[in-house]
């Protein structure tokens, strides 16, 4: 590692406060493509990136999260603060800071500039965001900036290709050699004098600059009025929630058809074309069967995040997150963790990860614990599968009722976090209220080439999982359900000889009472890797169970004439809480640093789960 | 047999790479950094070291400051006392 870190001749840290464009910037620099949002927090750890200069050698670019101040007040601002100091053991201090700046908010970045000078490092500031500083009005001396701080000030837009072209001039390693590469010994946090002259230094800047503020957009501020309204703004958000679950069903059909078009038409081909025996049995069962099932809910996917995607681009997700903060507060949870929450949709990692923007350790806690009841993208496939199989396809007023369902299985998982929050506030004492301080972006049309690319990524995501982990546990669960080979004169389905079969039958005494038969027990343990794998598991089991019978790219007939309504219920009631996912409690338990909390995760999981499904299946058995 | 030879040569990839995948990022990161000091002194790997190996050792250790096995004396999220 250190051989790898010593080869870089510079290492350039982009510092700067939440959303002034630091990530795109170094997307820019770096021909990466981390993820960019229109809203603060999105960045929580320290990024590296590579870049050649002009005479060959190599650049290390590093995207820290977004701080307003070297006095931090969460972790992420620690991050960034540490690594400026050299405090963090793998990365030495840098050679060179960028302070990246947003031209339209100025005075924000511009304390933060000021401070980070005090350093002592060698800087250069990029005053991002500069075509939208100048449609509004805003006015900047850009050469007096740069004498006022004694340091290069170079205009940059970061979304826009060559909108960083001055500022890759300007950091060339020929440039920076034999600057002083350590911050200054003796700096310290900020005391309240310090704060103070900072502020003093700062208007003196600004008035110096001749700066104005940009001015105020009559559209933002009427498009404000209603989404920031307590009752217009919540029905908003309702209405866009509800509609793009209504989507995910709706649009997603004949894409859904076409790709189980294809996989059958593969399973068929292949069991033609191979002779009966292992290899046709691994890939017709095993890879098309298991792979392939979880294959056909990728337009599902992509269309909830094109979606989130437009919501984050557009800056309405801030305004959500100021919408519930009262009622997120009178549960117990701050303000702040509505972006960890909201990342949870996607998957509950990176959510887990962004509550190292909230500043209490016991709100921070609470987020971490209750992030895995948000529907991740994992938990769709299941969804849909079980409710394609059993809801029928037909309208309820104007509404279809599959996406009314999907709706209804979202906000259950929404009102469960909301429960265990407010019970663990009542468990945790009384907190020290900590209020939601959240910069709200200017709105913006999503950025078309934004939401492909974020597409695109969801894509390369998805297909990584389904040929990675996901394939490599299908063969797996098949040489399970295939080995030991039944007895002489067995007369069931040989996969209930098999080990896989075994485990399943002795699982079905746990799982029984709420109406799981051995195949769903089956399909629970490789689960536990990844929740997708679950239909996967399910594909596998169904056809190895079928009897000489192809049923590879069939589950949903197969699952409608097998199940009862209340088996259904009860899966899909299991997987509002699913317990099973080994990734999320590794993550718990390397951010909070203890087994205690992932242990307390998985078991208060495990028998929300239980109970709720127990409930379900009891009740849809009665009603059914 | 051929046909079973090779289903039972996907197979054993299989368990490997579901054990790779499900592993700690710490311990994957530590293998990485061990094939990295043993191809160090295989020149004819260079390549592979140089376009295969150290992307992902970088990615690995880019996974997050706890995530690094540099890091591994440095508790930054430990919860206060």
Known sequence: MDAIVAEASLRIALVGVPNCGKTALFNRLTGSRQKV???????????????LAADGRALRILDLP????????????????????????????????VCVVDAVHLPI???????????????????????????????????????????????????????????????????????????????????????????????????????????ESHWMARFDSVLLHPLYGLLVLVAVMFVMFQAVFSWAEAPMDWIDAGMSWMAAATAASLPAGPLSSLLV?????????????????????LFILALEDSGYLPRAAY????????????????????????????????????????DRLTTIMIAPLMTCSARLPVYALLISALIPAREVGPFNLQGLVLFTLYVAGIVSALVVAWVMKHFAGARQYSPLMLELPDYQWPHAGNLLLGLWERVKIFLSRVGGIILALMIVLWFLSSYPAPPEGATGPPIQYSFAGRLGAMLEYLFA????????????????????????????????????????????????????????CSLLAWYVF??????????????????????????????????????????????? | ????????????????????????????????????????RHPRLAGWREQILKPRILRAAGSGCAGCAANVGVKPHHPPR
């Open chain 1, 37 to 51: 949002a229109n809203y603060p927090g999105v960045t929580v750890e320290r990024r590296e990136g590579e870049r």
């Open chain 1, 513 to 568: 009472p709420i109406g799981f038969n051995w195949q769903i027990s089956i399909a629970l343990v490789p689960g536990l890797a990844a929740r997708e794998v679950a239909v996967g598991a399910l594909g596998t089991v169904y056809a190895m169970s079928a009897a000489g019978d192809d049923v590879a790219g069939q589950l949903q007939p197969v699952i409608a004439s097998t199940w009862s309504l209340a088996t259904a």
């Open chain 1, 285 to 305: 069962n095993g890879v098309i069967g298991g792979a392939g099932a979880v294959l056909v809910f990728l337009p599902q996917i992509l269309i909830l995040f």
């Open chain 1, 323 to 362: 919408l519930l903060d009262r009622m997120m507060g009178g549960v117990g949870l701050s303000g702040r963790a509505f972006i960890p929450l909201l990342s949870s949709f996607a998957c509950a990692i990176p959510g887990i990860m962004a509550a190292r923007t909230i500043p209490g350790w016991r």
């Open chain 1, 109 to 215: 970045g511009l304390r933060l500039a000021l401070e980070v000078k005090r350093l002592g490092l060698p800087m250069v500031l990029a005053l991002n965001r500069m075509d939208v500083a100048e449609r509004r009005g805003v006015k900047i001396d850009i050469a007096r900036l740069a004498t006022e701080l004694g340091v290069p000030v170079l205009p940059t837009i970061a979304v826009k290709r060559g909108g960083a072209d001055a500022l890759i001039d300007a950091i060339q390693p020929s440039l920076w050699e034999g600057h002083r590469r350590v911050a200054a010994p003796g700096w310290q946090e900020s005391s309240a004098e310090d704060a103070e002259q900072t502020q003093v230094d700062l208007r003196g800047v600004l008035a110096a600059v001749g700066y104005s503020a940009p001015q």
């Open chain 1, 66 to 97: 977004g701080t307003y101040s070297l006095t931090p007040t969460t972790l992420d601002e620690a991050i960034a603060r540490d690594v400026l100091l050299g405090r963090v053991a793998d990365a030495p201090a840098p050679g060179l800071v």
């Open chain 1, 578 to 624: 699913a317990p099973q996912c080994l990734s999320t409690l590794a993550v718990v338990k390397r951010e909070t640093n203890s087994w205690r909390y992932p242990i307390i995760m998985a078991a208060y999981l495990f028998a929300l789960a239980y109970v709720a499904s127990f409930i379900t299946y009891r009740v849809v058995g009665a009603w059914a």
């Open chain 2, 1 to 40: 047999m051929a046909q079973q030879i090779l289903v039972a040569a996907i197979v054993v990839i299989a368990f490997a790479v579901s054990a790779w995948k499900l592993a700690p990022a710490r311990r994957r990161l530590r293998v990485l950094m061990a094939l990295d000091g043993w191809t160090a």
